[in-house]
């Protein structure tokens, strides 16, 4: 069975930059099958795509979030990871690593259990 | 990313069928079949429910199916129950240039 586990900070200061990490666990990071994804919800609010990275650390990101984003992939520890620089209130959100079956489908099927983070001074 | 457009709310009783709306253009819901529904309950991570318009993940109740015509896909949900009740999300593939397509969710109520 494929886990999910996001880890991280909960808090994050303005303008300070927000690292997460996701392990993968129960299948390899290392498969040709899959994307591996980033998703935020506001609080409240709905689901956000933020990218998504391939094994061969090919990446794919929301336009709103190109500039102040990378996705990066470690498939020795089976881990990928998101760096989001500039961080402001709006950013709070749970954010959520996620597993998709392909390109552009966005047929998640597995999911983390996601990580609130606030960002306040 | 354009954004699809679901009703905010949807209610309905026990064992009946209720039927949440996800409407698209022929860019994403009417172009491609690759439509997917998430199940949300309060603090809890999405749950995929229904894939490629209509396909069923494993465990996932029959209660549960999906359609599309046209712009629109559908989720049905037939023979309501209690734990039914839970926010709603419809995504769609738009292409390559246009990734990660969410509606904005539909709180489903059970009465």
């Known amino acids: 069975q494929v886990q999910l586990q996001e880890s991280g900070p909960g808090l994050v200061k303005p303008s300070q930059t927000l690292s997460l990490t996701c392990t993968v666990s129960?299948?390899?990071?290392?498969?040709?099958?899959?994307?591996w994804t980033w998703i935020r919800q506001p609080p409240g609010k709905g689901l956000e795509w933020i990218g998504y990275i391939y094994y061969s650390g090919a990446t794919y990101y929301n336009e709103s979030l190109e500039s102040r984003l990378t996705i990066s992939i470690d498939t020795s520890k089976n881990q990928f990871s998101l760096n989001l620089n500039y961080m402001t209130a709006a950013d709070t959100a749970v954010y959520y690593c996620?597993?998709?079956?392909?390109?552009?489908?966005?047929?998640?099927?597995?999911w983390g259990e996601g990580t609130l983070v606030t960002v306040s001074s | 990313q354009s954004a699809l457009t679901q009703p905010p709310s949807a209610s309905g009783s026990p064992g009946q069928s209720v039927t949440i709306s996800c409407t698209g253009t022929?860019?994403?819901?009417?172009?491609?079949?690759?439509v997917s529904w998430y199940q949300q309950h309060p603090g809890r991570a999405p749950k995929l429910m229904i894939y490629?318009?209509?396909k069923r993940p494993s465990g996932v109740p029959d209660r549960f199916s999906g359609s599309k015509s046209g712009n629109t896909a559908s989720l049905t949900v037939s023979g309501l129950q209690a734990e039914d009740e839970a926010d709603y999300y419809c995504s769609s593939y738009a292409g390559s240039d246009n990734l990660g397509v969410f509606g904005g969710g539909t709180k489903l109520t059970v009465l």
């Open positions: 490629e318009v209509n």
């Open positions: 129960g299948g390899s990071i290392s498969s040709r099958a899959y994307y």
């Open positions: 022929s860019s994403d819901v009417g172009g491609y079949d690759y």
């Open positions: 996620a597993r998709d079956k392909g390109f552009g489908e966005l047929t998640l099927d597995y």
